[in-house]
């Protein structure tokens, strides 16, 4: 029996990805869970594993394409159904309707059927070929008959046609008047998934499938990125260069439009002194083996003030007028990767040691910068930490990533002249930054929130009472 494979759901709000290779060939066993493509989603590089065992039959996608959600890739022989449609068939030798009822096929037509048995087993007829579902061969009568929904059965060929199924016939299990309802509501049969015996199609099924298009389709026109305006041509003020864009770039693109689109965006800004600090993490680092980033301090302090600050911990879900508070705290990074950037997510990072969450760190940034991040380690953040320290920036306005309410932001720390018991003395100031949806948090929420983690950055000790 032949069986599609298609994209499976690949992370949140992801619809689309890049075919980079086919890992399989036309003919080639595969095992259940044996990566099939390898593709680029979501920022990073993600295996598409087969659902199932088989033989492979006809592979559908090239290196290069884009695939979307839900399409076929390939199909599949399953090994088990080809047995049952083999030679042990013909020689049943008893009632048209046995064995092959049981295993839920059609019987043969009428004008071959004798009384007393099968028409093959009367005639000396040679095994019938496979049975295939066939769209022409299906009719009311036998939906009537047989009950729609409840069959399973494909449409057997005359014994000594040997007939294979027509291109073009469909191999869902569905009755004609289920088909029916699909062709009116603009559905391809083949994309619904069956949830009866053997997969069969049911009214249910394809409603449910609608459902979820339209569903889906309003999801796309909601998030969609910031709609744009025809481009002048370029060339008539001289010579240009075009260049595809990446999977890693139309999903950044796509996500930062869709969140600057939804998000009523205010930017408040702050500083915390982290002179004690830098001396303390670099001795604590060096007890603990590992090395402790102020990314990494960010990180701990965040995920407390989450805990400290429930509505930076939420999301709003606009359709229904309501607030989701989540009971958890996944913290996301964004990592600088020659591929763009990426934001890996450290989870529970509130029940989480100080150099726990920098071990965290560490290895998510390294497989950042290797694409060998998979997708649950991108997505489920409730709060990102951005730092642009390390590259000289200092205040910046963050974007929040939808649908997060708030994103902190870390520039690079400096040496400033700052008033002291009656003198100036140089202290190490850190400039932060948090950008939040306006919708939810208001301004006095959102100075709060940041003074908060200035004054917890700016006591080391303070951190050792916030490990989990």
């Known amino acids: 029996m032949l069986k599609e494979v298609k994209v499976p759901v690949l992370g949140e709000n992801v619809e689309s990805a890049d075919v980079l290779n086919v890992l399989v060939a036309v003919g080639d066993t595969v095992a259940a869970e044996q990566s099939l493509l390898e593709v680029e989603t979501d920022k990073a590089t993600v295996e598409v594993p087969a659902p199932f065992g088989g033989v492979v039959k006809e592979v559908r996608v090239k290196a290069g394409e884009e695939v979307t959600v839900g399409q076929t890739i390939l199909t599949l022989e399953v090994d088990g159904e080809r047995a049952d449609a083999g030679g042990d068939e013909a020689s049943d030798g008893g009632d048209a309707d046995d064995g092959r009822a049981a295993r839920g096929r059609r019987e043969a037509p009428a004008s071959t059927r004798g009384s007393g048995g099968s028409a093959r087993a009367a005639a000396g007829a040679p095994a019938a070929a496979p049975a295939r579902r066939s769209l022409e061969t299906e009719t009311e009568t036998d939906a009537e008959t047989d009950g729609a929904g409840a069959r399973e059965e494909q449409a057997r060929a005359p014994a000594d046609s040997g007939a294979e199924q027509r291109p073009g016939a469909s191999a869902a299990a569905a009755a004609p008047s289920v088909r029916r309802l699909a062709r009116e509501l603009g559905l391809d049969i083949e994309d619904v998934q069956g949830t ?24 796309r026109r909601r998030t969609r990125a910031t709609p744009t305006a025809p481009l002048p041509d370029f ?26 689109t939804i998000i009523p965006h205010v930017t408040q800004f702050d500083r915390a002194d ?11 680092g060096e007890r603990a083996g590992t090395k402790l980033t102020v990314t990494a301090v960010a ?86 930490v951005t730092n642009l320290g390390g590259l000289g920036t200092t ?72 490990d989990g």
Not at 235 to 260: N, Y
Not at 274 to 284: H, K, N
Not at 302 to 313: D, G, I, Q, T, V
């Open 299 to 384: 990180l701990k302090v965040a995920a407390a003030a989450l805990r400290a600050f429930p509505k930076f911990n939420a999301s709003v879900d606009a359709d229904n007028e309501e607030i989701i508070y989540k009971k958890y705290v996944h913290v996301a990074v964004a990592v600088d990767t020659p591929h763009g950037l990426l934001a890996p997510v450290v989870r529970d990072a509130d029940r989480k040691s100080l150099v726990q969450i920098a071990r965290d760190l560490a290895e998510l940034s390294e497989k950042a910068r290797a694409r060998k991040l998979g997708r649950e380690e991108l997505s489920g953040a409730c709060f990102t």
């Open 395 to 466: 205040h910046f306005s963050p974007i929040v990533n939808w649908p997060e309410v708030a994103v902190l932001g870390l520039g690079r720390a400096s040496q400033t002249a700052v008033h002291v018991d009656g003198a100036f003395v140089p202290r190490l100031l850190l400039p932060l930054s948090v950008s939040y949806d306006h919708r939810l948090i208001d301004g006095a929420d959102a100075a709060r929130f940041l003074r908060w983690i200035a004054e917890a950055i700016e006591q080391p000790l303070l951190l050792l009472l916030l």
């Open 235 to 260: 060339t008539q003020w001289g010579a240009i260069e075009r260049e595809a864009m990446s999977g890693v770039r139309r999903s950044i693109a796509a996500g930062m439009g869709r969140s600057w």
């Open 196 to 219: 009866g015996p053997g997969d069969h199609v049911s009214v249910e099924d394809v409603k449910r499938h609608a459902r979820e298009l339209i569903a889906r389709a309003g999801e």
């Open 274 to 284: 982290i002179t004690d600090l830098e001396g303390w993490r670099r001795t604590l």
